[in-house]
């Protein structure tokens, strides 16, 4: 009779690392993104207690959230961005495409689930007190020479999460908000590598604020990215975990919801990490 090695068999268990951070009213939220997220306890067990002869005493519960689809980690659509109102992949101008209920084309329910190869540039590791500076920008160069230190391969169609060291300052929307971002070089090194999606833990990826005087607009990583390239950008995402156990390289899946033209959807990114 076979014997089984439980311990080994568990062992070889992928372990689940989850990447967004937890929704709550007052969390931090960009300004043009407001209102950010608040939830309801409308319907009450107190309220809804049913004693009757011969049954369970049966109670429910139910509430209505109010959230912004950019609010909490969440992931852009495409019709998120435009250039002279044309987004990528749209057939016509932009206005033409939206309306009250949303947009016709690039809305979130075209966004694929996400299942790719995920990669960690974690540029706060290598920064003065683990964290990058508030209101500096993270460069080309920068994560160039990240990924060389991490000695790090990229592949076509991966996931590439960028870690400011940010994420620890959820529970201080002051202090998050005030965080730093990616400069525009950076972002047009990381479309070289034709990701699917790029990820950060911050609330606009860009500096907010920011005009880049070669892109010539604000919050330019999002024209270089979604705009030109049709690369997804995911915002507010927790990396700390990733980073203190150095887990460079990982499996990402992301599942956005099915949001009918909405121009982001939240979304629950997670590393799987898979025992050689």
Request: charged share 20%.
């Amino acid at each position: 009779m076979a014997c089984t090695d439980e311990s080994a068999e568990a062992d070889m268990t992928p372990q689940i690392i989850d990447l967004e951070q937890q929704r709550f009213d007052g969390m931090p939220v960009l300004g043009s993104h407001r209102p950010g997220y608040s939830y309801h306890l409308y319907r009450r067990h107190r309220d809804t207690l049913r004693e009757q002869p011969g049954t369970l005493p049966r109670s429910s519960a139910s509430g209505v959230i109010v959230m912004n689809e950019h609010a909490g980690t969440h992931i852009d659509a495409l019709c998120h961005q435009a250039d002279d109102l044309h987004f990528y992949g749209c057939s016509s101008r932009a206005d033409t495409l939206e309306n009250y209920d949303g947009f016709s084309e690039g809305g979130a329910e075209s966004i694929p689930i996400i299942d790719a190869p995920g990669v960690l540039l974690d540029v706060a590791a290598r920064s003065e007190n683990g964290r990058v500076p508030p209101r500096t920008q993270v460069t080309a160069q920068d994560l160039e020479d990240c990924a060389r230190g991490q000695r790090t391969h990229i592949e076509p169609g991966s996931v590439i999460f960028v870690r400011l060291g940010n994420d620890i300052n959820w529970d201080n929307a002051e202090r998050y908000l005030d965080g730093p971002g990616i400069h525009p070089s950076a972002s047009q090194w990381l479309a070289t590598y034709r990701p699917i999606a790029v990820g950060t833990d911050n609330v606009a990826w860009d500096l907010p604020g920011y005009v880049d005087p070669e892109v010539n607009c604000d919050l330019p990583g999002h024209v270089v990215l979604i705009v030109r390239a049709g690369i997804y950008i995911i915002e507010n995402v927790n990396l700390v975990e990733l980073s203190r156990r150095h887990l460079y390289a990982f499996r990402c899946v992301a599942v956005p919801l099915k949001l009918a033209g909405a121009t982001g959807s939240p979304i629950r990114p997670i590393a799987i990490i898979e025992e050689d």
